[in-house]
């Protein structure tokens, strides 16, 4: 098992533990809206199930009151004067009882049918997207160490698992109810000491499988916790695809695949065995009550009560006997498959709402209030930061830009410029210190207001599955065409737009596979623009396109900062020569601050970087260039160590 499959089911494993009785809160809490659907489908079921009965039980009558002329004809609940006096008449009569009952029986499972299935459906979809809903409200903490196979699992794996739970299920276990109390019932009806013998097996099979229940719980959990093990490593490596073919470790993953599916198989098989003791255990014992009851009912015909049973059994009752027992054999068998699929359904159902349980700590705060208009005067107040509460990333960043201001964050790579901005989205929450939009703190607002006010293009730039347009206009979703078109062009990406074949309508493919690294990028700027944000975060936006696609991009993105507070993360250092102020980061901190002239004037970390990227590396000061080994080196260790 690898680090991160630990870290994942620590997670959920924590909150799973504290989730008491999913299949309860499931239908308290889901079932509840539909609970009139649930109703009617119980009582067709039991009306299904009770009618289903009546042919035996007729049979019964007919064989010992028409065929063998043994007993009178008379009907449970049916006064004697409305049967026929007739043996032809009673005939017909058990005809037409059979045949409406059949009939009945099969509206019945209709209602039952379509009823239980809506409601399933319907808990499954709400299930889900509550589940969905409730995923994207978790911090980004969470998602750094959760993998996203993990998460699609409980999405797409764990809610179908109810829907089966629910479907068949729900209907099984109202069958099985319904025949075992009204077979019971009649039973005894008919004759009570026989019945007893019948019956015996019901208690050793309940506990039976009180045994089995014990035991596959567990085996449950750890099966659909591999489920997401597996999804994960399948998920990581088509995300990888390209990377396994150039490194050519194809037989590495497929190896790796194997070992994780082969665990999910051994996990499987290890719950599959126990089902393999169960069920035909069930059926032994319904099939020895069916010997049993002919056994006794047969000598009890023949020759009389055997034992010490007293009265008499005729062979219509007999027959009745034999047949509503062997209607016991196959619902008794399928409680295996009922209590199999309910520890199933609670395995997936307990890791759903261990999902729920995770809290939430980026949120809004009870009188948060909507940044509206933000005229974008942002400010660092002695900010201190960690992603795990341990190792410091951030510390005493402390910095103020005014409304309109662009500002150039530059520094050696893992510094913490990204992380400083990702504050300012309120992505995180600073561990001490502050940071406000317009004198108000990030966590006093509303997080959908302050995040409407800044529009960030990542490092990575992301397209979804779907159309050019769907993308540029994706946020904006009211812009027209126009507008649209507009952002393009100032985001340099209108002409090769139009020059695609199908121009904004074309497909991008997942992640925008389709397109080159500077398009995506293009695009995402375009995308930002259009939103037109008071606050725009550009990290790296333009690291991906030639330098002279860089050069109109940077003319129109003068344009588009004018009037907007502006963050531009860039390591080319040329595209933030002209920013009102640079902050230069190392190590977390802010080491210098200044315009370009005033930063080369200091003839510190800024004027090096600067020199670099000249070309003039004889000139480097000895320092510099240690404390750039320094990071380099420490750079290797830290991916050794990965
Ligand atoms: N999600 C995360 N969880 C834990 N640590 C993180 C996370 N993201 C970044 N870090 C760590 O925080 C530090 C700062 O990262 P950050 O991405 O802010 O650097 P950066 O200056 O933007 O680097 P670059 O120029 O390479 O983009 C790095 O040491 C990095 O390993």
């Known amino acids: 098992m690898s680090t991160d499959d630990i870290r994942d089911d620590t997670i959920l494993e924590e909150y799973r533990e504290s989730v008491d009785h999913p299949i309860y809160r499931l239908f308290s809490e889901y079932g509840r809206d539909h609970a009139h659907w649930f109703a009617i489908g119980v009582v067709t079921s039991t009306l299904a199930r009770f009618l289903s009965l009546v042919p035996p039980v007729i049979l019964g009558i007919a064989i010992d009151a028409v065929f063998s002329d043994d007993q009178v004809y008379s009907l449970p609940l049916v006064p004697q004067a409305w049967i026929p006096g007739s043996t032809e008449g009673q005939f017909w009569l058990s005809v037409a009882l059979m045949g409406v009952a ?3 029986a099969a509206v019945m499972n209709f209602g039952r049918t379509s009823t239980l299935n809506w409601f399933s459906h319907r808990v499954k979809h709400e299930v889900r997207t509550d589940t969905y809903q409730q995923m994207q409200r978790l911090d980004m903490s969470f998602f750094n160490d959760m993998q996203t196979g993990e998460l699609m699992s409980i999405l797409n794996n764990d809610t179908n698992r109810l829907e089966l739970f629910l479907d068949n299920m729900m209907d099984s276990a109202i069958q099985l109810a319904v025949l075992l109390l009204g077979i019971g019932a009649i039973l005894f009806w008919i004759n009570p000491q026989l019945a007893l013998v019948t019956l015996v097996i019901l208690p050793v099979a309940g506990l039976f499988t009180l045994w089995f229940m014990r035991r596959v719980e567990v085996m449950y959990a750890q099966i659909r916790s591999q489920v997401g093990d597996l ?10 695809i390209e990377v396994i073919k150039s490194a050519t470790t194809e037989e590495y993953e497929g190896d790796r695949v194997e070992e994780t599916s082969y665990e999910y198989f051994r996990r499987d098989w290890r719950a599959l065995r126990m089902n393999l003791i ?45 047949l509503l027992t062997q209607r016991l054999v196959d619902p008794l068998a399928q409680m295996s498959e009922i209590v199999d699929r309910y520890e199933d359904a609670k395995a997936s159902t307990s890791r759903i709402y261990a999902l729920m349980a995770i809290p939430v700590s980026i949120t809004d705060a009870d009188d948060a209030v909507e940044l509206e208009d933000a005229n974008g005067r942002v400010e660092y107040d002695n900010v201190g930061f960690s992603y795990d509460g341990e190792t410091t990333v951030l510390r005493n960043v402390d910095f103020a830009v005014e409304p309109g201001e662009t500002v150039g964050l530059v520094g050696p790579t893992g510094a913490g410029k990204t992380t400083i901005l990702k504050l300012l989205l309120r992505l995180y929450d600073v561990d001490s210190g502050a940071v406000r939009v317009d004198g108000y703190d990030v966590r006093d607002v509303t997080l959908a207001s302050l995040r409407g006010s800044i529009g960030y293009v990542s490092q990575d730039p992301f397209l979804f599955d779907g159309t050019i347009r769907e993308n540029l206009t994706y946020g904006a979703f009211d812009a027209t065409d126009e507008e649209m078109i507009e952002a393009a062009k100032m985001a340099e990406a209108h002409e090769f737009v139009r020059n695609l074949s199908k121009g904004y309508d074309t497909q991008v493919g997942e992640r925008g596979v389709k397109l080159s690294g500077g398009q995506r990028q293009r695009l995402c700027i375009a995308r930002t623009i259009l939103a037109d944000p008071p606050i725009l975060i550009l990290d790296e936006a333009t690291s991906d396109v030639d330098t002279e696609t860089e050069m109109l991009i940077q003319r129109s993105l003068d344009r588009v ?3 907007r507070t502006t963050f531009v993360i860039a390591h080319r250092l040329s595209t933030i020569r002209e920013a009102d102020e640079i902050l230069v980061v190392e190590d977390g901190r802010i080491v210098e601050d200044g315009t370009h002239e005033e930063l080369i004037d200091e003839d510190g970390l800024y004027a090096n970087l600067w020199s670099v990227q000249a070309g003039e590396i004889d000139d480097l000061d000895a320092e510099f260039v240690e404390r750039a080994s320094r990071r380099a080196a420490m750079r290797s260790r830290d991916t050794e160590d990965e």
């Open 102 to 104: 059949m009939a009945l």
């Open 231 to 240: 999804n994960t490593r399948l998920e990581n490596n088509l995300s990888g």
């Open 278 to 322: 169960y069920r035909p255990g069930l059926q032994l014992l319904t099939s020895f009550a069916f010997i049993a009851t002919f056994i006794v009912g047969g000598i009890w015909v023949l020759s009389g009560p055997p034992l010490a049973f007293t009265g008499t059994l005729s062979v219509g009752e007999l027959v009745t006997f034999l």
């Open 561 to 563: 900062t004018e009037n």
